[in-house]
């Protein structure tokens, strides 16, 4: 790292920003994954990603116009990513000409006037879509929407929606909430942990503090990954000094299920046939009281258990049953659980559809009682305009929400240009999307998948 910090020229600055990151009532949060801060006051809570992030951030790099007078768009869009990066900031507004394929500088006000322009020149407010990445500041990112929403759109689309569209309209239809529903103290306190489809040492790699934690106050750790990543194994965790002096590492794991690519659902299928098997001799199996108050559909979801065979369970997950029972068997004995998943569950075949959504993202919702969830977010700022006043991991704001902002005076009605919407339109139900025209653009209308196997498929979406 001190290599990459003198290459950036950051020997001052660079260690001074580092010693400021993630301090839960100061300073500021990594722009590197959405882990949140710690509660207790520890110092030092970075990772090699996070350190290349912000020093990224105060790069001393410039691209100015001579750039990009040398290089044509057609040119530029053959660089890697990193290359690109590499040139440095912006120095000024730039816009494409068509007839050059370049970029040329245009002045700020000519640059407002051009998307001012534009915007009044569309026929709907939904022929525009107002799109972000992690690596917009909260604070800009909550005052982006709000001007979305003043000019009369949700389309709102971000990162966030290749991530985890699939679990919040998963966690949505479930447990009726588009956000997991533990903290970073749940983290601390439970028995078992579940991370499927996470590999924490690219993600998030603060992550593995947790896990090393974890493990060492003796809860168990699953990782469910085609392939055994570098985080289900060991880490040094940077802020433990000793540890970093002796090349002392800490296990993340306790065990490793490598399902085939796809075979999440069957893995799941399989550890809720074991725990209903084991129900009749075992009443810590099944909590009864809680599956008869808040769940429906409980009866067909044990009859779909019931229904399809280990051989195909192990067919299809690409899991043996004992290794299957032994995950169940964790499940079974902690009295507390998360299930933590990530693009790796959300991003194959079936990650978003009913059967996927509900057998992969919210088995444990459904069909165990009393345990907590949580998508693993790669990037946090989209919160402020999604989990913040839209209280989902979605584009849809609350209706609610929207009457309020509008009370609060944070939305008027606009000078000029289109009158926006009134509150109901922007969400009139948990499922709408603003208008027809967001259709066209929005994750919802999907092409239809292939089913897979009758035995896991449509018969795995059981209850809610």
């Given at each position: 790292m001190t290599g990459f910090l003198v290459g950036e020229r950051e020997l001052l600055d660079g260690p001074r920003a580092i010693l400021r990151m993630n301090h839960e009532n100061r300073g500021f949060d990594c722009p590197g994954c959405a882990w949140p801060d710690d509660t207790k006051g520890l110092h030092l809570d970075i990772c090699e990603n996070g350190i290349k992030h912000v020093t990224w951030e105060m790069t001393r790099k410039r691209v100015g116009r001579e750039f990009f007078a040398a290089h044509t768009v057609t040119e530029l869009m053959g660089w890697s990513d990193f290359a690109l990066e590499d040139q440095g900031r912006l120095t000024e507004p730039m816009v494409y000409d068509a007839a050059t394929d370049h970029y040329t500088p245009i002045s700020w006000p000519d640059a407002f006037e051009l998307v001012g322009r534009t915007l009044r020149g569309l026929d709907d407010p939904n022929q525009a879509a107002y799109y972000t990445s992690g690596r917009l500041g909260n604070e800009a990112t909550?005052?982006?929407?709000?001007?979305?929403?003043?000019?009369?759109?949700?389309?709102?689309?971000?990162?966030?929606?290749?991530?985890?569209?699939?679990?919040?309209?998963?966690?949505?239809?479930?447990?009726?909430?588009?956000?997991?529903?533990?903290?970073?103290?749940?983290?601390?306190?439970?028995?078992?942990?579940?991370?499927?489809?996470?590999?924490?040492?690219?993600?998030?790699?603060?992550?593995?503090?947790?896990?090393a934690g974890a493990y060492r106050r003796g809860a168990q750790i699953v990782h469910v990954n085609p392939l055994v990543e570098a985080a289900a194994t060991r880490t040094i965790v940077p802020h433990e000094f000793v540890d970093m002096a002796l090349f002392k590492s800490t296990r993340t794991s306790t065990l490793n299920l490598q399902p085939r690519i796809g075979g999440d659902m069957a893995l799941l299928r399989g550890m809720a046939k074991a725990l209903l098997e084991q129900a009749p001799a075992d009443p810590k199996a099944l909590d009864q009281q809680f599956?008869?108050?808040?769940?429906?559909?409980?009866?067909?979801?044990?009859?779909?258990?019931?229904?399809?065979?280990?051989?195909?369970?192990?067919?299809?997950?690409?899991?043996?049953?004992?290794?299957?029972?032994?995950?169940?068997?964790?499940?079974?004995?902690?009295?507390?659980?998360?299930?933590?998943?990530?693009?790796?569950?959300?991003?194959?075949?079936?990650?978003?559809?009913?059967?996927?959504?509900?057998?992969?993202?919210?088995?444990?919702?459904?069909?165990?009682?009393?345990?907590?969830?949580v998508p693993h977010r790669c990037a946090g700022t989209a919160m402020s305009r999604e989990t913040g006043p839209a209280a989902s991991t979605t584009a849809r704001p609350r209706t609610s929400w929207s009457v309020s902002a509008r009370s609060a005076d944070l939305i008027r009605p606009a000078s000029t240009g289109w009158t926006p919407s009134p509150p109901s339109r922007p969400c009139t139900r948990a499922g709408s999307r603003s208008s027809s025209a967001w259709a066209a653009t929005s994750p919802s209308p999907r092409p239809t998948p292939r089913s897979p196997t009758p035995a896991c498929a449509a018969a795995s979406s059981p209850c809610r």
């Open positions: 909550f005052l982006y929407q709000l001007l979305a929403r003043e000019l009369g759109t949700n389309n709102l689309p971000d990162c966030s929606n290749m991530c985890h569209e699939a679990s919040g309209r998963a966690l949505q239809a479930s447990i009726g909430t588009g956000k997991g529903t533990v903290d970073l103290e749940d983290w601390e306190a439970t028995d078992a942990l579940f991370i499927m489809g996470v590999n924490a040492a690219s993600n998030a790699p603060r992550m593995l503090t947790a896990l599956i008869d108050r808040y769940t429906t559909g409980f009866a067909d979801y044990r009859a779909a258990c019931r229904a399809v065979s280990w051989e195909e369970i192990e067919r299809q997950s690409g899991v043996g049953r004992a290794d299957i029972l032994r995950a169940a068997r964790v499940y079974r004995d902690a009295d507390r659980s998360i299930v933590s998943w990530c693009l790796g569950v959300t991003q194959h075949e079936h990650g978003w559809t009913p059967s996927g959504r509900s057998s992969t993202c919210c088995c444990c919702a459904e069909t165990w009682a009393g345990r907590g969830r």
